[in-house]
């Protein structure tokens, strides 16, 4: 247990951190990713917790599971309780929603963000993935003070948006659009791109393994074929294992050679 990690009322705790698990073969393998990239690269004393969608809670610590839903109530409604819960703690200055097959990769990203969210003025940060053709910030990641947590427009339910295509899509996020003026963007920064969509690295802080507890399938592929000319839509899935294994055979290697091109 990370020394850092105490009880969720300790005023010390600066950081509130919480993560929502789906039905998944992989949850052990993404718990133990998470867990040692966040002790890892987090200094500043924080809280874990965690929201299960009809999952085994057992591979879990007990005290970092927050709310066992019986069954799988969706991610935006996992989100939902996540925001209700986040925004009645009022002792820590900021606040991290992360999907399950997401970590951050760089040690101190927390201060890297509050000094960027402060320079820009903004008081979210999430990455808005272009690489899928999106406009919105997407719920991979989102970190927030408490004047970004607390604004009653911040939410993750469906909602129709256009994308660079020009067309309209119905995505989780796609509501954020009513706060991007407020938010920071963190973009893909991959020095290696094994993938159009997985395996990304976003503004060198944070890691997205991309559809980790579903299956390996993108709107930019399947839908538009937009990147034929290097991934075949009917045969990219193979990739989907290939990148999972080289991950868990050699976790901080393979981020590292994301980050770095090493």
Avoid at 56 to 84: C, R, T, W, Y
Wanted: proline share 5%; with cysteine; charged share 20%.
């Amino acid at each position: 247990m990370n020394k850092l990690v105490a009880n969720i009322n300790d005023k010390n705790h600066k950081l509130l951190i919480m993560t929502v698990y789906a039905p998944s073969v992989l949850n052990e393998h993404w718990y133990s990713l998470q867990k040692h990239f966040i002790e890892k690269n987090t200094l500043i004393p924080y809280d874990f917790k965690i929201i299960t969608n009809n999952v085994n809670s057992s591979i879990f610590e007990d005290e970092e599971v927050f709310v066992v839903n019986k069954m799988n109530i969706g991610h935006p409604a996992a989100i939902e309780q996540m925001l209700e819960h986040m925004r009645g703690q009022n002792s820590y200055d900021s606040y991290l929603i992360l999907d399950s097959d997401a970590f951050p990769v760089r040690p101190g990203w927390h201060d890297i963000l509050d000094q960027q969210m402060k320079r820009f003025k903004k008081n979210i940060a999430s990455p808005i993935r272009y690489e899928n053709l999106d406009v919105f910030p997407h719920p991979c990641f989102v970190y927030m003070n408490k004047e970004g947590l607390n604004n009653p427009k911040v939410n993750f339910n469906y909602n129709k948006v256009k994308n660079l295509m020009g067309d309209m899509i119905d995505e989780v996020g796609g509501a954020m659009t009513e706060v991007i003026d407020d938010v920071l963007p963190l973009l893909r920064s991959n020095r290696i791109n094994l993938h159009p969509m997985a395996a990304a690295i976003y503004h060198h802080l944070f890691y997205h393994h991309a559809a980790g507890s579903r299956g390996f399938d993108f709107r930019v592929i399947k839908e538009y074929n937009y990147c034929s000319h290097w991934i075949n839509a009917d045969t990219h899935e193979k990739y989907g294992r290939q990148l999972f294994d080289a991950l868990i055979q050699d976790p901080d290697n393979f981020i590292d050679k994301l980050m770095h091109g090493l």
